[in-house]
């Protein structure tokens, strides 16, 4: 089965960064609108911001707003969500998958998803 590929979680204190990667050695992504989701234990998967195509739009939760910032690079076959001043509530396992585009991170739309890449925020 098809899946995207995460990768660039880790442990970072609050305060920190990290920039988290979503990819596939399969397919393009070119043509498909990606979001990211995550889900901390004990939580349902919540969506967090997504892409569409090349030059449009985007969209955040509003938790995320102001400190994530999604982007893709076709040339790299790569969305990419820079994640600023992250907090402890951030912590999470974090995941890409392809679906809609339109700020409703409906999860159940979405396929091809990751096995996810944990990042963790704790000092």
């Known amino acids: 089965q098809l899946q995207l590929v995460e990768s660039g979680g880790g442990l970072v204190h609050p305060g920190g960064s990290l920039r988290l990667s979503c990819g596939s050695s399969?397919?393009?992504?070119?043509?498909?609108?990606i979001g990211w989701f995550r889900q901390a234990p004990g939580k349902e998967r919540e969506g967090i911001s997504c892409?569409?195509?090349?030059?449009?739009?985007?969209h955040y939760a509003d938790s995320v707003k102001g400190r994530f910032t999604i982007s893709r690079d076709d040339a790299e076959n790569t969305v990419y969500l820079q994640m600023n001043d992250l907090k402890p509530g951030d912590t999470a396992v974090y995941y890409c998958?392809?679906?809609?585009?339109?700020?409703?991170?409906?999860?159940?739309?979405?396929?091809?998803w990751g096995q996810g890449t944990q990042v963790t925020v704790s000092s």
């Open positions: 892409i569409r195509t090349s030059g449009g739009q985007t």
């Open positions: 399969e397919f393009s992504l070119e043509y498909l609108y």
């Open positions: 998958a392809a679906g809609p585009c339109n700020g409703h991170f409906y999860a159940p739309a979405y396929g091809y």
